[in-house]
Structure formats: structure tokens, C-alpha cells
């Protein structure tokens, strides 16, 4: 492969093509902006109502990890095997439209009360928003900048 082959070319008042110039070098005040920026996708019920799984932070994310209970598999490697977890994560993502939070550790139990038609798209959500694997959703985050005119 070409290292040329990634680079976006447009063209210049004569018409010819050429490269699109470096872009800036980022500085702390770039990452900063997004500090308060929270990711968030529409959550519809059956009944017409609406509700977000909204991202959480990098200290919100540890402490849900550090609340649900873990076992070392064959391997060694933790393992989440916390029955409340998926519940856990919903209570810390579900929020309304003014970021309130909508549900709170007594509701755990009724959570996994509910069907898996319903919790699993809205875990999936959370999951989603919040990164939690390591991967951010290359669309959540091109969606977050343009939110905050941060660019693309």
C-alpha cells in the first residue's frame, strides 16, 4: 500500500489536484473540551415515552466495574459474573431528557425483572455509549465533536 494512498486530496484554484495540509498538533485544551460532553442515544419504549443511555465518564465507568462482583477464569483473567451488572449499568446510563437520573440501586431488582426485549437493546446502549471494551463507536464520537462544534 501507497503511503500517499491515505491522504485527502483537494483541489487548488487551478483546478489540479493536491495534499490537504497537516492538521494542527492537539493541545490539553482540545481534550478538555470534551470533559463535560457525554454521548448519549434515544432509548423508545412500547409506550411512546423516550429516554437516553447516556455515556459515562472514565471515573463513573471504573466505579461501575468496581461494584459489580468478578471470578478469575481458567486463565486468571477477571471475569465479570455479577447477576446485577447489566442492572448496575443501566441504573448509572438511563437518564431523561434534563440528564436526570431515572433509576437508583433499590430498583435492581426490578430491572432484571424486565424482558430481555426490552433490557437487552437497552444495555446494548450503554455499553455502547460508555465504551465499555475499549472500543468507542466511530459514529457516536464524530456525532459528540459535531454537537459541540469541535469538528469532525
Known amino acids: 500500500m501507497d503511503p500517499r494512498d491515505d491522504i485527502e486530496m483537494v483541489p487548488d484554484p487551478a483546478g489540479k489536484p493536491m495534499a490537504s495540509p497537516e492538521p494542527p498538533d492537539a493541545r490539553a485544551d482540545d481534550f478538555m473540551a470534551y470533559r463535560h460532553a457525554r454521548p448519549r442515544e434515544p432509548i423508545m419504549l412500547p409506550n411512546g415515552s423516550r429516554a437516553w443511555a447516556v455515556g459515562l ?7 461501575w466495574y468496581h461494584s459489580c462482583k468478578k471470578t478469575a477464569d481458567e486463565r486468571g483473567i477477571e471475569r465479570i459474573t455479577d447477576p446485577f451488572s447489566d442492572a448496575k449499568l443501566v441504573v448509572r446510563s438511563v437518564r431523561n431528557s434534563k ?17 430481555p426485549v426490552l433490557l437487552a437493546p437497552i444495555v446494548d446502549k450503554c455499553i455502547r455509549v460508555s465504551a ?4 468507542a463507536d466511530e459514529a457516536i464520537l464524530k456525532n459528540l465533536a459535531a454537537s459541540l462544534n469541535l469538528g469532525s
Open 57 to 63: 465518564t472514565a471515573l463513573e465507568k471504573d466505579e
Open 99 to 115: 440528564g436526570a437520573l431515572l433509576f437508583g440501586d433499590t430498583d435492581l431488582p426490578r430491572i432484571l425483572e424486565w424482558p
Open 132 to 135: 465499555i471494551g475499549g472500543r
